[in-house]
């Protein structure tokens, strides 16, 4: 009994720490966000705690004051002058359409796709499941040089639907990889008895094969939403006025310095999305991601 309880007190202390580890930067990133100019760069010490917590650098980057404003009274006021350089509402609208139109374009037509390959028997199915999933392990700096000539000719270079399409094409091997092993869980009897009730194949899917796989498809959504969202690369090189979170940030390292504060600000409030809508789904998301590991 005696080994059993320490066995498992140790179990959750080193269960704490390696969530500490992981935490750890995040919840430094969150304090960097509200401290002021002079204790993210203190020479003399690592300021922790020992501060006066500031909105300023949300303020500028999610508000879209302005970094520099007139004096009063000795302080000084946002939002009264300056340029606007550090405005990333912009982006943060930017990212959002981009992000949720890519998932919803590339969940509909995984969906379909998954179906068809886990349902419908044809002669290179397996071969052309492997090459879909080949797709993901092409990286996307391979192909840019291509991809911004052949967006830049069909008018789709520096457009949200430009990105919207590149993102829904990365996402799309693993998306459909994931709803197609979720579909092999449920078996073909199910499909066949709704069929001999009377069902279309499209009134099978729809209404018996779908709110099955619920999980599963709230599952690949997270994960195509998040992929799209931190996506940096194709974002950088088929945009140039359009700038996404992740480009917007690298806006803040200028040639006087880092502008940490107003990087860790955008960077927090860019987590936020990600983290309500992993937190609105995680019922769904952790049968989801368990659903296709176990085969009866």
């Not at 943060?92 to 028997?121: C, F, K």
């Not at 996307?140 to 789709?156: C, E, T």
């Not at 069902?199 to 498809?217: D, E, N, S």
């Amino acid at each position: 009994m005696h080994d059993s309880t320490l066995k498992l007190t140790l179990r959750y202390l080193v269960s704490i720490l390696i969530v500490g580890i992981f935490v750890f930067p995040i919840a430094w990133w969150g304090l960097t966000s509200v401290k002021p100019i002079s204790a993210v760069f203190d020479k003399d010490r690592i300021v922790v705690f020992d501060f006066e917590p500031t909105l300023e650098n949300y303020r500028v980057t999610v508000l879209g004051y302005s970094k520099r404003g007139s004096k009063e009274d000795g302080k000084t006021l946002m939002g009264t002058s300056g340029n606007n350089s550090y405005d990333g509402r912009s982006s943060i609208v930017s990212s959002v359409i981009v992000a949720v139109g890519s998932t919803l374009i590339t969940t509909i037509v995984a969906l379909l796709a998954s179906y068809g390959l886990s349902r419908m028997r044809f002669w290179g199915s397996q071969g052309y499941l492997n090459w879909i999933l080949s797709q993901r392990f092409l990286p996307p700096v391979a192909i840019i040089v291509p991809l911004v000539f052949i967006f830049h000719d069909m008018g789709l270079r520096d457009t949200h639907a430009g990105l919207i399409i590149a993102h829904t094409l990365i996402n799309i091997p693993i998306a459909v990889l994931l709803l197609k092993s979720f579909m092999d869980d449920i078996p073909i009897d199910i499909d066949q008895a709704a069929m001999i009730d009377g069902a279309t194949r499209f009134q099978c899917f729809w209404m018996v094969i779908l709110p099955m796989v619920k999980g599963g498809l709230a599952a690949t959504a997270v994960l195509c939403f998040v992929f799209s969202w931190t996506e940096f690369l194709l974002s950088l090189f088929l945009t140039s006025s359009i700038r996404t979170i992740p480009v917007k940030i690298t806006t803040y390292v200028t040639s006087t310095g880092s502008e940490w504060g107003y990087i860790s600000a955008l960077g927090t409030s860019a987590i936020l999305p990600s983290f309500i809508f992993i937190l609105l789904v995680q019922r769904h998301l952790v049968r989801g991601l368990t659903m296709g590991a176990i085969k009866d």
